[in-house]
């Protein structure tokens, strides 16, 4: 037996006992006639005493040849410590060592094993079996896991069984490029790594399964942007013979159920607003809607001057920043470097500042006098002491620009408290979103979301406002799920290929597998997938997804701990068939 308990248990209560402990030496504080040494397992910590006077001589010189992680087992007796610190829950006691065995040495680590530590980000990922041994990370991934048993404990109370779907599989249109695997036994052929199991979930509610759920890897070969991993984990989730609002309401009710288990958070029913909506009043698809600072289009009281800016503009659209009045003239001008920045792209800013006293004083004051700025007051929500910041431009760049601002202002003035959570449903997503480079329409979720049925005779004369029935789950300004009601109908799904601009013969060859299915009765069904990595983040109380993953991937995609990927050898690469690798790693 290595050990009768852990380092995290032992309590005043346990005095006089003999116990045996294991873990890793965490510090160790040489004080001549006695040695304390603090132990460490996943559990917690413990202080051990090796003393001159109660210990035998050569234990004493053994504790002072203990290094920062070294795996030790000692046995001892639990006894009441002199000075208490309520700093460790272990902090009562310590115990008195009659035996000590080194298990294991260990080099000195390439950074503090605290929870501050002093590696930078690279080393951790490079050390990360070391980065795990920290509070911080440990913590997340033992987080993760009450969510996952969350997850899988209320979905199987409704009745939901996991299923497996397979990773090597053909392309699933989800938006992204795909991995691709050789195949050994079929030469020159490829499987893809599923981008998410979408056809796999609606196969199995064609084969009657009802309610699916699984915990997966998904796979994704898209250029990273901050904060996304390649292969990342969805909750994955499909019903059969239900529609919108039922999905709604059992997806709802698993958010909730996590809010109230895993946070001691009660929400109340989750708001709803449309994409539109949501694109005009916050100018994003996953608004943030712990704060207010809505948007007020102007277009209406700001074009019959003669500020051509204005006039000339799609949209005018302005944010009151909740006591913005008092901004000096410096920071207002810094705000606007900010917006003209690049990764924003505004070409400027108007600004109004709403005085104690009642009156305006704005940035175009030659063109608009108090009383056509009191409307801009009206329209905007704006209060004595704020500042009206004002956009204007093309529609889709001015809301994104401005939602932009929105988030970095209402972060400076502390608004988006991560111990707040504010969900919603954002429903009615277009069907289809125009695609500038291919000069084409695309799926907006993907090809086998449903359109309004009411909507279809649409599609052929105004296809771009074609709404669908498609959703997403939206907590703190991130999109935590989404999904939607598929198409279950093969004539509809044949016509949804035709659209997207894929010929039968391509349709047929890449999903004639699911077209085919859809003939021997498939029900009507919907579904939903939530990002886990970003859902347990964000209920952790953190934005980034990387410390929530045992072995993450760094911005290049790499892993720098085993250093994948990596080149593979030419007998392989020949096994493989890969020719043209072949030839060229030969010639190198
Ligand atoms: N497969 C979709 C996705 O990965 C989710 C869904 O439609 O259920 O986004």
């Known amino acids: 037996m290595y050990r009768s308990h852990n380092c995290g248990e032992l309590r005043i209560e346990d005095v006089n006992k003999e116990v045996t402990l294991a873990g890793w030496v965490q510090r160790v504080k040489d004080r001549g006639v006695l040695t304390w040494v603090v132990i460490r397992d996943r559990y917690g910590i413990t202080q051990l005493l090796f003393d001159e006077e109660r210990s035998p001589k050569e234990l004493l010189e053994q504790s002072k040849t203990l290094g920062r992680e070294f795996v030790v087992q000692v046995k001892g007796t639990v006894i009441e410590r002199e000075s208490k610190t309520k700093n460790m829950e272990t902090g009562d006691i310590e115990i008195l060592v009659s035996e000590l065995r080194v298990l294991n040495e260990a080099q000195t680590p390439p950074f503090t094993i605290e929870d501050e530590t002093d590696g930078g980000e690279e080393l951790r990922m490079q050390y990360r079996y070391l980065d795990?041994?920290?509070?911080?990370?440990?913590?997340n991934l033992m987080f993760r896991h009450s969510v996952a048993m969350e997850v899988r404990k209320y979905l199987s109370e409704k009745e939901f069984i996991e299923v497996e779907t397979p990773y090597l599989i053909k392309s699933t249109p989800e938006g992204a490029r795909d991995f691709v695997v050789p195949s050994r036994m079929n030469e020159g052929q490829f499987y893809a790594l599923p981008q998410s199991p979408q056809?796999?979930?609606?196969?199995?509610?064609?084969?009657?399964?009802?309610?699916?759920?699984?915990?997966v890897k998904c796979f994704r070969d898209e250029d990273l942007r901050a904060d996304r991993q390649p292969e990342f984990t969805q909750i994955d989730c499909e019903m059969a013979f239900v529609d919108q609002e039922d999905i709604l309401n059992v997806f709802e009710g698993l958010t909730r159920h996590l809010l109230k288990e895993v946070k001691g958070v009660e929400i109340d029913a989750f708001p709803r607003i449309t994409f539109d909506e949501a694109m005009k009043r916050y100018g994003n698809d996953k608004p943030d809607i712990r704060f207010g600072m809505e948007f007020g289009e102007l277009n209406a009281v700001a074009q019959h001057k003669?500020?051509?800016?204005f006039n000339s503009a799609e949209l005018v659209v302005g944010i009151a920043v909740p006591g913005?009045?008092?901004?000096?003239?410096?920071?207002?001008?810094?705000?606007?470097?900010?917006?003209?920045?690049?990764q924003v792209g505004a070409l400027?800013?108007?600004?109004?500042?709403?005085?104690?006293d009642g009156s305006y004083k704005s940035s175009v004051d030659k063109f608009y006098d108090q009383e056509d700025l009191a409307k801009w007051v009206e329209v905007t929500g704006a209060?004595?002491?704020?500042?009206?910041?004002?956009?204007?431009?093309e529609t889709n760049k001015v809301r994104a620009q401005l939602s932009a601002l929105r988030m970095e202002l209402a972060e400076r003035l502390g608004l988006r408290n991560p111990e707040e959570f504010a969900p919603l449903w954002v429903v009615d997503f277009p069907l289809l979103e125009w695609d500038e480079d291919t000069e084409r329409y695309h799926a907006m979720h993907h090809p086998f979301t449903s359109p309004k049925p009411e909507q279809i005779p649409l599609l052929a004369?105004?296809?771009g406002n074609v709404k669908a029935n498609a959703y997403d789950l939206v907590l703190n300004g991130n999109e935590i799920g989404g999904g939607s009601i598929r198409i279950h109908d093969k004539k509809i799904q044949a016509m949804m290929f035709d659209y997207l601009g894929f010929t039968p013969e391509e349709a047929k060859a890449q999903f004639g597998f699911l077209m085919d299915a859809f003939q021997y009765g498939a029900p009507p069904h919907g579904g939903i997938a939530f990002g886990f990595d970003r859902l347990v983040a964000i209920l952790g109380g953190q934005e980034t997804i990387?410390?929530?993953i045992a072995f993450p991937k760094n911005n290049s995609g790499r892993d720098v701990m085993i250093d994948a990927p990596a080149n593979i050898d030419e007998m392989q690469l020949k096994e493989l068939n890969i020719e043209l690798l072949v030839s060229e790693s030969a010639e190198s």
């Not at 003669?306 to 800016?309: G, K, M, Q, S």
């Not at 400027?348 to 104690?356: A, I, L, Q, R, S």
Request: proline share 4%.
């Open 132 to 139: 795990i041994r920290r509070n911080p990370v440990k913590n």
């Open 199 to 215: 056809t796999f979930k609606q196969l199995l509610m064609v084969g009657g399964m009802d309610k699916y759920f699984q915990i």
């Open 306 to 309: 003669d500020f051509n800016v």
């Open 324 to 342: 913005g009045a008092s901004y000096t003239r410096k920071e207002i001008d810094k705000l606007i470097d900010w917006v003209k920045r690049p």
């Open 348 to 356: 400027g800013m108007v600004y109004v500042k709403c005085n104690e």
């Open 383 to 393: 209060k004595a002491g704020d500042l009206i910041c004002v956009l204007s431009g």
């Open 461 to 463: 004369t105004d296809p």
């Open 546 to 548: 990387r410390d929530f």
